[in-house]
């Protein structure tokens, strides 16, 4: 492993960008240093410049410098959940550009707890921005098999730092000082809870409350679509049986996109040819199981997926992965 960090990093230092390994999802990571590295990130991805990146870092001191206000509230939250799958989004500092953050005054950073990440990020002393390693709107990455597949035909240096742990990407949460009160939005679900993060500020004197309410402007990367796979995934909420699904697709078939964002959906032609996505109840190992589990299907020449919701499909930790599933679907019944 050690030959292949040596090669990530002298990718990186020649504003290169690798496949990275963190505990959420694989990430598509260059040096942020280097203007020719974050703008590879956009164009191998296809990712709009609208769409801001996450920086992530190896330590609190460099995360400390990526921010005009690194605030008893982040310090308190980075000091709890760092490393691990939480982004805070604070206003940035002149280290970061506007590249990065797609002209916004704020930037997400996070310290991700794949050892193989830490590692290249303090060798590189740098901090790297890393969106997930998939072409833009597709299913998140969760093995080096899956980056090295999507970008195929882009030579990607890719490390292999075996499945992700967490397998669903970081909560994002956007921290903003109100008058009297810090004010939090979460701006996509994740593993770390609302709960989570609320106890673990109970004996901090720290005021805070948390608003839903996030305009457009705030969070850019909310698309209705995301994560899709190449087939159309039906999420069925309402009980029906294979046999109804099936008539239900059939119905709605001209209906159903065949390409979302430029990602394309192949339109089923035998819709006896549908497969089941099952996880397990779970909701840490069916986070971890979900990119996975689709891309398999997907490509096991299923033609249609569809995931069936259950009563015990409830609690904070299945919203975040209701929030992927409702996103990747053609189709919700
Ligand atoms: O777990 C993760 O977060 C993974 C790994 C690789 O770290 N990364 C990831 O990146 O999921 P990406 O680019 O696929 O998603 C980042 C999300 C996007 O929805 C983006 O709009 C949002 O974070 N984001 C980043 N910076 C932001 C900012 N300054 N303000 C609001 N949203 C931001
Ligand atoms: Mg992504």
């Not at 090295?148 to 970081?170: A, H, Q, T």
């Not at 109804?244 to 159903?256: G, H, Q, Y």
């Not at 069936?308 to 919700?332: M, P, Q, Y």
């Amino acid at each position: 492993m050690s030959e292949t960090i040596d090669r990530a990093i002298s990718i990186l230092n020649s504003g290169g960008i690798i496949g990275l390994p963190t505990e959420t999802v694989y990430g598509l990571a260059g040096a942020i240093h280097l203007p020719q590295s974050i703008e590879k990130i956009f164009t191998t991805k296809n990712r709009p410049f609208f769409d801001p990146l996450i920086v992530h870092v190896s330590s609190i001191d460099m995360a400390r410098k990526l921010t005009s206000d690194w605030s008893p509230l982040a310090h308190a939250l980075a000091e709890k959940f760092w490393p691990g799958p939480l982004t805070l989004v604070l206003p940035k500092s002149n280290q970061v550009s506007d590249m990065i953050t797609a002209g916004l005054q704020s930037v997400g950073i996070r310290m991700p707890q794949h050892p193989v990440a830490l590692d290249v990020i303090s060798r590189l002393a740098v901090p790297l921005a890393a969106p997930s390693a998939n072409k833009f709107g597709k299913t998140s990455p969760t093995m080096a098999s899956h980056v090295n597949e999507e970008f195929k035909d882009d030579n990607l240096f890719v490390l292999d730092g075996g499945p992700c742990e967490v397998g669903l990407e970081s909560t994002v949460l956007l921290i903003k000082r109100g008058l009297d009160r810090f004010e939090m939005s979460i701006l996509r679900a994740g593993q770390i809870t609302k709960s989570d993060i609320e106890k673990s500020l109970e004996d901090k004197n720290i005021q805070f409350q948390f608003v839903d309410a996030v305009s457009k402007a705030e969070s850019p990367g909310h698309m209705k679509h995301h994560y899709m796979p190449k087939v159309p995934l039906v999420l069925n909420e309402s009980g029906q049986t294979e046999n109804e699904i099936k008539e239900k697709v059939k119905a709605r078939l001209p209906e159903l996109p065949d390409q979302v964002d430029g990602v394309k959906i192949l339109k089923p032609t035998n819709l006896d040819n549908l497969k089941e996505l099952v996880l397990s109840s779970d909701p840490t190992i069916a986070a971890r199981e979900l990119y996975a589990k689709l891309r398999e299907i997907a490509d096991s020449g299923a033609e249609v997926i569809y995931f069936n919701k259950k009563s015990n499909h409830t609690g904070e930790k299945w919203e975040a992965i209701f929030d992927r599933l409702s996103k990747a679907a053609s189709l919700i019944i």
